[in-house]
């Protein structure tokens, strides 16, 4: 009963570099999202994917790029990270677009530019 | 404004007692309503949804009230174990959810 997984947990990157976030469902979920969270602020959405093979931006996609590997897999994507990125990352998933059974959440990635 | 308001807090409270948190929304247009408990440094999690008719989950009682577009979360008798942080969501159409920043509750022995 892994439900969502995230990897990595702690992640410090210099500005500039490149990363990938990578979450996995097992819950045979259709909804997939990526969201951070920052200190004062509700959790901010920053792309999703209704169902495998499409993707949306949410309220903040910039500097981040998605792909929806596949049913199961959805990976966020830092290209060229900066200090206002830093942030906890949570990967979240539901059964349906409705969402009204509520969000299944990953345990969260720390992630610190410097 | 934001669109989800809540108290951050904190409420410190002892065992035993009865605390109430209100949330505030600012879209006429949301349709679902839920509470999330979040644990220091951990993720949050779906603790009840708030139906207009209200509901109750044990010592838990959410509320809907449309009109004044607010919704509150009621915990009785308190424990240790509900020291979190409470997230107000609430959704509208198009994928739009919208979390508060939530609010913090310390229950002290």
């Known amino acids: 009963n892994a439900g969502v997984t995230q990897t990595p947990k702690f992640q410090v990157l210099k500005t500039g570099q490149s990363m990938t976030l990578q979450c996995a469902q097992d819950?045979?979920?259709?909804?997939m999202y990526w969201y951070r969270q920052d200190p004062g602020m509700g959790l901010r959405l920053i792309y999703y994917?209704?169902?495998?093979?499409?993707?949306d931006k949410g309220e903040v996609p910039n500097g981040y790029n998605v792909s929806r590997l596949n049913k199961r897999e959805f990976s966020l994507r830092l290209e060229s990270a900066a200090p206002s990125q830093t942030s906890v990352y949570f990967c979240?998933?539901?059964?349906?677009?409705?969402?009204?059974?509520?969000?299944?959440f990953g345990s969260g990635t720390r992630l610190t530019v410097v | 404004r934001k669109e989800v308001e809540q108290d951050p807090g904190p409420f410190n409270v002892p065992e035993g007692a009865t605390v109430a948190f209100n949330c505030t929304y600012s879209n006429s247009a949301s349709q679902s309503f839920f509470w999330y408990r979040q644990d220091c440094r951990k993720e949050p999690k779906l603790l009840m949804s708030v139906y207009s008719s209200g509901n109750e989950d044990g010592r838990f009682t959410a509320q809907l009230n449309r009109a004044s577009q607010y919704i509150s979360l009621l915990i009785r008798d308190s424990k240790l174990s509900d020291s979190a942080t409470y997230l107000c969501?609430?959704?509208?159409?198009?994928?739009?959810?919208?979390f508060g920043a939530g609010t913090r509750l310390f229950v002290k022995a």
């Open positions: 979240a998933s539901s059964e349906g677009a409705s969402r009204t059974e509520g969000y299944t």
């Open positions: 969501v609430a959704l509208t159409g198009g994928f739009k959810t919208i």
């Open positions: 819950m045979n979920h259709n909804s």
């Open positions: 994917s209704a169902s495998e093979g499409t993707t």
